[in-house]
């Protein structure tokens, strides 16, 4: 018995109902055509991922129950094909949602995460999701979990009895062990996770044991996409019995991925196993690669899902916004990308020349806007105010300030995008400008520190991806651009180490302390300067009033500024 799966491994768009049922619609027409029997698309795929307290509106969990009938009259146009598919279903208030809340002071949530199984003008199952939390902080705010303890339920398709895991779930081999002892031979896996560095290969592993601990062939849907600070990487899989890996879907593209099923009989004891023809099996790639995929893929959804047709930012002849630049061209393409220089009086020559070489490699729009004026005019008006004080900060961040004004009037007037260049070890510290170069409406480099800004732009130069809009280009970042000390430029000779400590031990100790909560006796007695980490902990502690005023940009690693890190602004603790 063999069973033919495609596996619609889609970018859907959260809210955009219709537009995600128009997608499962084109998707099941191409599946039938290709004679394929059974169609999975990934978890909560109707409502999008990612939606938030979409989920806490009944209007919206009405349209989302309105296009699973209107999936399922379709249906009937394709008598032989099976679609197994995520969605949230409405359920009725839990009698101790009051008790729970007796104030109403958070949404209750409405609605389950589920699945159904759809197929010639019917709706034939439907599963949900058992228990546990899974990448969302605020799951449960928005699903009403179910039972561990309930018995998984097992339908026979084509002959082939299958239960599905949905998000969660999927993480859980006792649910697994379930399925296999109410009689299924087969498991599919919807979900919907983001992306985090590393994160595929660490998937794999455990989806591996899920399969191992169950005896039995292992389907994983995931969705693709970015999603605000999310981006979804695809890599949908095929995994035997015994863990090992069948086959990969693409990484970062949506897709349709068929593969072969071939198992005896419903009542057979031995579990089937995948068939993957070698054209049907994608490799898995490198880490600095995926990390490029997903920033690319994050800033071209942003930008289009959002419904802006272009963008521009600010190019300082420095590696962040260089970084950027060549991130947006292979993202959106040259034409569609404005680049804007702004010097200064402390401009220096070598930024001028590198940032209109890059330009010229890359072929995108570029101007030049001196505010040596501007800056002059604002210090002549403070003059009287400032009472003949010391030259600070304060004019440093007057530079920075009018270049956002400058910016943000160009995207005013011509419906661009602007994209801010602030990196990770930045954000941590505040090394920015309020107001100033941290305008924007999205941050690519956000989550991304600044030694791996450095070891991606080297990456770049030396990989032409194919994730690129049309023919990307070999070499965009000029090498001096990589190899020069970095500054901000808006004093005589500074340089960014005048007021943080080495990146490397900046971002050794703002990792230590973001992502693993280390207290600063701990990182110092794994080696570190006590005073360099002292001022780290000073500056991340009084620069959160910035981060919380800050554009989103995606999440690349386990702690990300903005979803994952949720410290007070007023914040009296300091060790």
């Given at each position: 018995m063999t069973l033919s799966i495609c596996v619609a491994q889609l970018n859907p768009v959260a809210g955009d109902v219709q537009g995600n049922l128009a997608q499962a619609l084109q998707a099941a027409a191409q599946a039938q055509a290709q004679g394929c029997q059974l169609l999975v698309l990934p978890e909560l795929f109707l409502s999008g991922p990612g939606a938030g307290d979409l989920l806490c509106r009944p209007l919206f969990l009405q349209d989302c129950a309105q296009a699973l009938q209107q999936l399922v009259a379709?249906?009937?146009?394709?008598?032989?094909?099976?679609?197994?598919?995520?969605?949230?279903?409405?359920?009725?208030?839990?009698?101790?949602?009051?008790?729970?809340?007796?104030?109403?002071?958070?949404?209750?949530?409405?609605?389950?995460?589920?699945?159904?199984?759809?197929?010639?003008?019917?709706?034939?199952?439907?599963?949900?999701q058992q228990g546990g939390q899974g990448w969302q902080s605020g799951e449960q705010r928005h699903f009403i979990g179910g039972s561990l303890g309930a018995q998984p339920e097992v339908?026979?398709?084509?002959?082939?009895?299958?239960?599905?895991?949905?998000?969660?779930?999927?993480?859980?081999?006792?649910?697994?062990?379930?399925?296999?002892?109410?009689?299924?031979?087969?498991?599919?896996?919807?979900?919907?996770?983001?992306?985090?560095?590393?994160?595929?290969?660490?998937?794999?592993?455990?989806?591996?044991?899920?399969?191992?601990?169950?005896?039995?062939?292992?389907?994983?849907?995931?969705?693709?996409?970015?999603?605000?600070?999310?981006?979804?990487?695809?890599?949908?899989?095929?995994?035997?019995?015994?863990?090992?890996?069948?086959?990969?879907?693409?990484?970062?593209?949506?897709?349709?991925?068929?593969?072969?099923?071939?198992?005896?009989?419903?009542?057979?004891?031995?579990?089937?196993?995948?068939?993957?023809?070698?054209?049907?099996?994608?490799?898995?790639?490198?880490?600095?690669?995926?990390?490029?995929?997903?920033?690319?893929?994050?800033?071209?959804?942003?930008?289009?899902k959002n419904g802006f047709g272009q963008v521009l930012l600010g190019l300082s002849g420095g590696l962040d916004s260089a970084l950027v630049l060549a991130l947006a061209v292979d993202a959106l393409g040259a034409q569609q990308v404005h680049a804007v220089m702004m010097p200064s009086p402390y401009t220096a020559a070598i930024s001028l020349e590198d940032s209109r070489e890059m330009v010229r490699r890359l072929g995108v729009r570029y101007d030049e806007i001196s505010i040596r004026e501007p800056f002059e005019t604002l210090q002549h008006s403070l003059a009287p105010l400032f009472e003949q004080r010391p030259v600070d900060a304060t004019e440093e961040n007057l530079q920075a300030r009018i270049r956002g004004v400058l910016l943000m009037a160009?995207?005013?007037?011509?419906?661009?995008?602007?994209?801010?260049?602030?990196?990770?070890?930045?954000?941590?510290?505040?090394?920015?400008?309020?107001?100033?170069?941290?305008?924007?409406?999205?941050?690519?480099?956000?989550?991304?520190?600044?030694?791996?800004?450095?070891?991606?732009?080297?990456w770049r130069n030396a990989h032409v991806p194919a994730c690129a809009v049309g023919q990307a280009v070999a070499q965009p970042i000029p090498e001096r651009i990589i190899t020069r000390p970095p500054s901000a430029e808006l004093r005589e000779n500074q340089t960014d180490q005048d007021s943080l400590p080495p990146y490397e031990v900046l971002d050794a100790i703002v990792q230590l302390r973001l992502e693993q909560e280390r207290s600063a006796d701990e990182i110092v007695a794994a080696g570190y300067p006590r005073e360099r980490v002292e001022q780290v902990f000073r500056l991340l502690r009084i620069s959160e009033y910035k981060r919380q005023q800050s554009a989103p940009g995606p999440k690349l690693s386990a702690r990300s500024f903005g979803l994952d890190w949720r410290y007070p602004i007023t914040n009296g603790y300091q060790r």
């Open positions: 379709a249906s009937a146009q394709w008598p032989h094909l099976r679609i197994v598919l995520g969605h949230p279903e409405a359920v009725a208030e839990p009698e101790h949602a009051a008790a729970a809340d007796p104030l109403q002071l958070l949404p209750r949530p409405l609605a389950c995460n589920a699945a159904s199984l759809i197929g010639a003008g019917q709706l034939l199952a439907r599963w949900r339908i026979s398709v084509q002959g082939v009895p299958l239960a599905v895991l949905i998000g969660a779930d999927v993480w859980q081999p006792k649910l697994a062990q379930q399925a296999r002892q109410a009689g299924a031979r087969l498991l599919l896996a919807l979900d919907a996770l983001p992306f985090v560095q590393g994160r595929p290969a660490q998937r794999a592993a455990a989806l591996g044991a899920c399969a191992q601990a169950a005896g039995l062939p292992l389907l994983y849907a995931n969705t693709v996409g970015g999603q605000d600070e999310l981006v979804f990487d695809g890599h949908s899989l095929a995994l035997q019995a015994d863990g090992q890996i069948a086959g990969w879907a693409p990484g970062f593209a949506a897709c349709l991925w068929p593969l072969q099923w071939q198992g005896d009989t419903a009542e057979a004891v031995e579990p089937g196993q995948w068939l993957l023809e070698p054209e049907q099996n994608h490799a898995l790639g490198e880490e600095l690669l995926q990390v490029w995929q997903a920033l690319v893929l994050a800033t071209r959804d942003y930008v289009r160009l995207s005013n007037k011509f419906g661009g995008l602007l994209l801010a260049t602030s990196n990770k070890s930045e954000v941590a510290m505040g090394y920015s400008t309020l107001y100033g170069d941290m305008c924007g409406g999205f941050a690519p480099l956000k989550d991304l520190y600044k030694t791996e800004a450095f070891a991606l732009a080297r």
